[in-house]
């Protein structure tokens, strides 16, 4: 099925916080048999219409870490979000630990750089971060083992990250009755998109699936766990079988119809940087807003 080194016998313990503003979920994970933990894909606020940054969602989650007396070891961006910031810096700067993406980061600095306009300061080598996963590699989380799956399609540097039972999907795939994100971003493809879910789908039935976004289809309740056979069979966009033919021409029409995400703008600059704001030559945080760039 999968040539991944999977350890269905670990069974992290998953704490999920929810930001109702932008409808994502961040997790602590933690080692059953440590107090070494990771946080995957952290959420900084922002009034972006009064320019303003906060830090309430990660203020929470720095309490949880402290309060249980946990280490960070890892803070794990899924992918270059394009709907919320990270926190990742503000989180490091409280507990320590290092901040890793996928090596593909680079394919999308070089777009981006170019699409803001940036100087020869922003570097597009990934440097950023303190870890660029390629696909397969390993790393721990005390005495868990995890790894890191390509899965462009959302974005080029998308990956899943596999720990113990557990697999932290990014925007690869949402709740089945989601579906699945749009692939029209720059650097996104839905073919491809569709050869990364299969890959997630060959992983064990009852793997524990994370989503990164939840809004609530059709009034349910926002949930973001699911199990990989749940998503084989019951997935609304690649459940039962769907074809590639079937899912591209759905995901192109659905895509075309969908409006930008609110805050693309300040996502993107700020999470090609590892989470970082920009800043002019006098030190000051600002961002840029390309007109008709995007
Ligand atoms: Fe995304």
Known sequence: MTNFPVDMTVKPEVTAFFDDATNTISYVVKDPNSTSCAII????????FAGRITYDHADKMIAFVRDNGLTLEWQIETHVHADHLSAAPYIQDAL???IGIGDKIMVVQETFGKIFNEGTEF????????????????????????FAIYTPGHTP???????????????TLFM?????????????????????????LTLPDDMRLFMCHDYGPNGRDIQWETTVGDEREHNIHVGKGATKEEFV???????????????????????????????DKDGNMVLKVPVNGL
């Not at 894909?41 to 972006?48: A, H």
């Not at 570097?123 to 005495?143: C, E, M």
């Not at 805050?263 to 590892?274: C, G, T």
């Open 41 to 48: 894909d952290s959420v900084m606020d922002i009034d972006y």
């Open 96 to 98: 320590g630990g290092k």
């Open 123 to 146: 570097q597009r080598d990934g440097s950023q971060f303190d870890a660029l996963f390629k696909d397969g590699d390993t790393y721990n989380i005390g005495g868990m083992k995890a």
């Open 157 to 171: 540097a998308c990956m899943v990250h596999v720990i113990g039972d557990a697999a932290f999907v990014g925007d």
């Open 176 to 200: 089945p009755d989601g579906g699945s994100a749009r692939a029209d971003f720059p650097g996104g493809d839905a073919a491809t998109l569709y050869d990364s879910i299969q890959r997630v």
């Open 249 to 279: 021409k759905f995901r192109t029409e659905r895509d075309a119809t969908l409006a930008v995400p609110k805050l693309i703008i300040p996502s993107l600059q700020v999470n090609m940087r590892a989470g970082e704001m920009p800043r």
